[in-house]
């Protein structure tokens, strides 16, 4: 059973930036595809972010493409969240998600974390 525990959610005020991690339980960290999505009060979960096994592949939806980036650091079985120029509309739950074999696609996992909670003050 794979666990994941996600940390860095806070406050900020738009404009700014917060850092989301997400750690992993398991030794074959590296063999898992990874994926952010984010639920917003009142509204359905919907995907955020996702890298490959390989660290290279990402895809980023469209509302926060050139904002959020998101990277692996396999040796600390850790996917990361950068997320700049924050919006009052990217205030939401986020939650950090996991596929393994047999892997499916950048939007459908096995595993999820508890989530952390993103509020951005106008």
């Known amino acids: 059973q794979v666990q994941l525990v996600e940390s860095g959610g806070g406050l900020v005020q738009a404009g700014g930036s917060l850092r989301l991690a997400c750690a992993a339980s398991g030794r074959t960290f590296s063999s898992y595809n990874m994926g952010w999505f984010r639920q917003a009060p009142g509204k359905e979960r919907e995907f955020v972010a996702a890298?490959?096994?390989?660290?290279?592949?990402?895809v980023y939806a469209d509302s926060v493409k050139g904002r959020f980036t998101i990277s692996r650091d396999n040796a600390k079985n850790t996917v990361y969240l950068q997320m700049n120029s924050l919006k009052p509309e990217d205030t939401a739950v986020y939650y950090c998600a996991l596929d393994r074999p047999p892997y499916g696609s950048y939007y459908e996992y096995d595993y999820w974390g508890q989530g952390t909670r993103v509020t951005v003050s106008s």
């Open positions: 890298i490959r096994r390989n660290g290279v592949s990402t």
